[in-house]
């Protein structure tokens, strides 16, 4: 029959039995359930037990062993015990146990100083936390999966992980190993370049093997993220330009809808403006264009569509570049927002360069409107032209009032010729 005990300790208040726990872990529970039989909180058991593996590892040591030893809540059985009753894993467990042993006498580590102090109470950890793996439960074992699953040895907890542990981890740890020995002889008969160099060296190797596949799997991440940023880009790229350039001739057709003439044409000129912008997207962005040349061909396109008269003033000029480009079709959109819903006989569009900035103004005194009343389903506002402005690292300000007309200022840095 299994006991159990509380999941979370109660300060001052010890209770027994001592069990593992198995909600309130991070490993194996020892300080959860050490927490919980002590009444203190598991923070400063896991913080002692962290400051006692670097005197010479006994904290990890002391783990291991009671992970091993001590059962877990809601089991009857611990690690060791389970363990002990397989033949044949019990067999394995003492073949590594020599097999460890014999590597350390051979490597003659008690020689290295104080590096054996270290390193053979970690050897001896190592060889009980696979002896763990091998005795724990199947709950325990989904449990360190899951915990394997967020660090970097994930891939040991695959479907093939025992084939990984051989063909990967063991080697890199071996060569880890013998770098660390390589460097405890700094000092020796070969003096202290050759040891610190062939040690290092061995060490990065060893680590390199161990890592790789985290590293991969980073890149591999951090290219997919790339991709899925430059492609968000694209989407949102299109998304503008069917606003700017479909949608408004859709709307103009449904103006003309009479004129048969009329809605043929524009629908040609529709299908040429986006078959070139679909398969040749640079061409309309010559090196001749200019500041003051886009919109000028603003004011043509919204004067030539809606018949309505377009007051331009430009002050200064500079070469097209994204910034340019992008507050352009922004204030394009403005004044197309303008000539179909204000009302308003005339548009008139300011742009101004200098020196720091680029500047862009949209008037009309129409009839003007209330942001809070547009339909959500509208992204013209939004998409066409604040977000296209933040893009270039600008701003966009509407000003609005029903009967008082609308004004939109863009502002984006101009960047250094």
């Not at 909600?23 to 962290?50: D, H, K, P, Q, Y």
């Not at 992204?379 to 007309?405: D, F």
Request: charged fraction near 20%; include cysteine; glycine fraction near 10%.
């Amino acid at each position: 029959m299994s006991v159990t005990t509380s999941d979370r300790p109660t300060l001052g208040v010890a209770q027994r039995p001592f069990r593992r726990s198995s909600t309130n872990s991070v490993l194996g529970g020892v300080c959860g359930g050490l927490a919980v039989r002590l009444g203190i909180r598991e923070r400063t058991l896991r913080i002692a037990f962290c400051l006692a593996t670097f005197v010479f590892s006994s904290g990890l040591v002391a783990y291991v062993a009671l992970w091993l030893l001590v059962p877990r809540s809601g089991e009857d059985e611990s690690v060791a015990q389970r363990l002990s009753k397989s033949r044949r894993k019990s067999s394995l467990f003492i073949a590594l146990v020599v097999s460890a042993l014999a590597i350390l006498a051979a490597l003659y580590v008690d020689r290295q100083g104080g590096f054996g102090k270290f390193f053979v109470p970690f050897a001896l950890s190592m060889v009980g936390l696979v002896a763990v793996w091998w005795g724990s439960s199947s709950d325990e074992q989904s449990h360190l999966k899951s915990v394997l699953a967020a660090t970097p040895l994930r891939s040991i907890s695959t479907a093939r992980g025992g084939r990984a542990i051989v063909l990967r981890v063991l080697p890199g740890l071996v060569l880890v190993v013998l770098g660390l020995i390589v460097l405890g002889r700094i000092g020796g008969v070969w003096g202290a370049a050759v040891p610190a160099i062939i040690g290092a060296g061995v060490v990065v190797v060893g680590g390199a093997i161990i890592f790789a596949p985290w590293w991969l799997e980073t890149v591999r991440d951090l290219t997919q993220e790339r991709r899925e940023r430059v492609r968000a880009e694209e989407r949102s790229a299109m998304v503008a330009h069917l606003h700017d350039s479909v949608l408004q001739t859709l709307t103009l057709i449904e103006r003309v809808a009479g004129n048969e003439g009329e809605v043929r044409r524009l629908a040609r000129n529709q299908e040429r403006e986006l078959r070139q912008w679909l398969y040749n997207p640079t061409a309309h962005a010559t090196s001749s264009a200019t500041f003051a040349s886009m919109l000028r061909s603003v004011e043509a396109d919204v004067e030539d569509d809606y018949g309505i008269s377009v007051e331009l003033v430009v002050v200064g000029d500079c070469a097209a570049d994204e910034t340019v480009t992008s507050l352009v079709r922004a204030a394009r959109e403005a004044a197309l927002n303008a000539a179909k819903w204000s009302g308003a006989p005339a548009v008139s569009i300011f742009g101004e360069v200098e020196p720091g900035s680029i500047s862009i103004f949209v008037r009309d005194t129409g009839t003007g409107f209330d942001r809070a009343q547009v339909p959500s389903d509208r992204h013209g506002i939004t998409a066409s032209i604040e977000e296209r402005t933040a893009k270039v690292g600008g701003t966009a300000t509407l000003t609005s009032a029903l009967g008082r007309g609308t004004e939109v200022t863009l502002v984006a840095p101009r960047k250094a010729p």
